[in-house]
């Protein structure tokens, strides 16, 4: 049964097809993995027992029976969504999010919901108001975050495939600390109806899987227009398989974004190891070509303004009146409001509702909310030049391996500037992947991460994959205790 641990969705397709495992036999294999290791790792907030499962199921499709799991701020109807929040420990989710009714349709199983940073703010799961996440290369450490329970029930070999969320750079990140693959998709290439919404211009549901083939199978999946979210598209191909031949396309170039290989603070192991990635794909017949995008640098802060005044009026809803936490014995309406929020909301959720308010309040919003928005349109014109000269832009994920839990307790700079490579596609629209490319010495997973123009998952995969296909980092798996 091992062997079935770390397969691919590929490998336990012609397993189940075959007839050499059940789908029950084969779920019944997860959801034994997640009682023995789980405890541990803290991946799920809950896990779903196996007749409820097998029911939401259409068990027909290219996923009939492949088990999965999703971010608790992704509704799955009937179910606990609570954003890993106090606020919402009780709400359940009247319907399923349009992508889980897809990967329903395809025959998926969702075998739970997956903890979280509090809103999906955070970038270590530390401010899940329930639990804590561990990262399963080193129990002491962190996975990333906010999709840090996700990630790790994937790298774990809990289950091949999960839903995460990105607003600026939830997916990537952890997926770069755990060593698997992480997709930030073009924004409105997945519907965000049933996303419980962050900041709604950079929201994008994204989804995590060891192997770079199983991570496209997905996706093909789940794309497309959804009359439910206006900002959603129609797409013409949704074929991101038939790219996946392990070579790079015909004159592929590389461009490299070398001011982000240059930043200060940059962990040398990592630095290597990406420089080395980079040889990597000139050897596979990349042609690469050093560009310089400063702009990218204001990412994080930029970020900062636009996500935290979003939040801030995304989250005025949770008001104790229609859903969610309600104070005992208000003794007025303002009590209720004021008091409701305050014991429902953890301190990092509070402080990003202060900044965004403070950055929209009519005598700074020019200087902060207004000044960014202004920086976030030079960025995408310099993606948008770029790659009139490159296919792909390569850069890093995370400027360090993965830290150690409660490290940057009293550093929220230093946590905020784990964005500092990521943020720049979620304010661009820009679709990025996250790819494992090595580990340093004591073992921790390091990642890179390509970027491409809107809409070109399919040449983005396609060179992952080659990449991939000739290195041996996708069969490194942490031995769990
Ligand atoms: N680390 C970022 C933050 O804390 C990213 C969050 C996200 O993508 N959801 O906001």
């Not at 999960?162 to 409105?188: F, H, W």
């Amino acid at each position: 049964m091992n062997e079935f641990a770390f397969a691919s969705i590929k490998t336990l397709r012609q397993a189940l097809d075959a007839g050499t495992i059940s789908i029950d036999e084969l779920l019944s294999y997860y959801l034994k993995r997640f009682e023995t290791y789980d405890k541990k790792l803290g991946s799920a907030l809950e896990v779903f027992d196996k007749e409820s499962i097998l029911q939401a199921s259409s068990l027909k499709g290219p996923l009939a029976g492949i088990p999965g799991i999703v971010k608790d701020n992704i509704c799955q109807k009937d179910r606990i969504t609570s954003c890993s929040s106090k606020i919402l420990q009780n709400y359940r989710a009247p319907y399923n999010a349009t992508v889980v009714s897809r990967l329903d349709e395809a025959g998926a199983l969702r075998v739970g919901r997956a903890n979280c940073d509090e809103f999906a703010m955070g970038s270590s799961t530390e401010t899940s108001a329930y639990q804590i996440t561990r990262n399963p290369w080193d129990l002491d450490r962190v996975p990333g975050g906010s999709s840090g329970g996700s990630i790790v029930a994937v790298a774990a070999g809990l289950v091949p495939w999960s839903l995460g969320s990105e607003t600026g750079g939830s997916v990537r990140q952890p997926a770069a600390l755990c060593g698997i693959v992480g997709l930030k998709p073009t924004y409105g290439l997945l519907s965000r109806y049933g996303l419980v919404a962050y900041a709604s211009s950079l929201d994008q549901i994204g989804i995590s899987t060891r192997y770079v083939y199983d991570n496209a199978l997905l996706l093909s999946l789940v794309v497309g227009k959804d009359p439910m979210d206006a900002t959603s598209v129609s797409v013409e191909n949704s074929d991101y398989i038939s790219n996946l031949t392990g070579k790079l396309k015909e004159g592929f170039t590389l461009g490299i974004i070398d001011n982000a290989l240059t930043t200060d603070g940059f962990d040398p192991e990592v630095l290597k190891k990406l420089e080395d990635a980079i040889k990597h794909f000139e050897g596979l017949g990349a042609k690469i070509k050093r560009i310089s995008l400063p702009i990218m640098d204001h990412a994080a802060a930029v970020y900062f303004m636009v996500s935290r005044a979003e939040a801030a009026s995304n989250l005025a809803r949770f008001d104790g009146v229609r859903y969610g936490y309600r104070c005992d014995n208000p003794t007025s309406l303002t009590d209720m409001y004021t008091r409701s929020r305050t014991e429902g909301f953890g301190a990092e959720v509070k402080a990003r509702i202060l900044v965004g308010m403070y950055v929209l309040s009519a005598g700074h919003s020019n200087e902060y909310y207004k000044a960014a928005k202004r920086v976030q349109a030079l960025m995408r014109e310099a993606y948008y030049e770029a790659f009139k000269e490159v296919d792909l832009l390569f850069a890093p994920v995370s400027p360090t391996h993965a830290f150690k839990l409660g490290e940057f307790k009293d550093n929220s700079l230093a946590l905020d500037l784990q964005d500092y490579f990521t943020a720049s596609n979620n304010l661009t629209g820009t679709p990025a992947l996250a790819v494992p490319c090595g580990f340093t010495q004591a073992g921790l997973p390091i990642g890179f991460q390509l970027i491409g123009p809107e809409f070109s998952e399919a040449a983005i995969y396609q060179a992952a994959y080659a990449y991939e296909q000739s290195t041996e980092w996708h069969t490194k798996h942490p031995d769990l205790p």
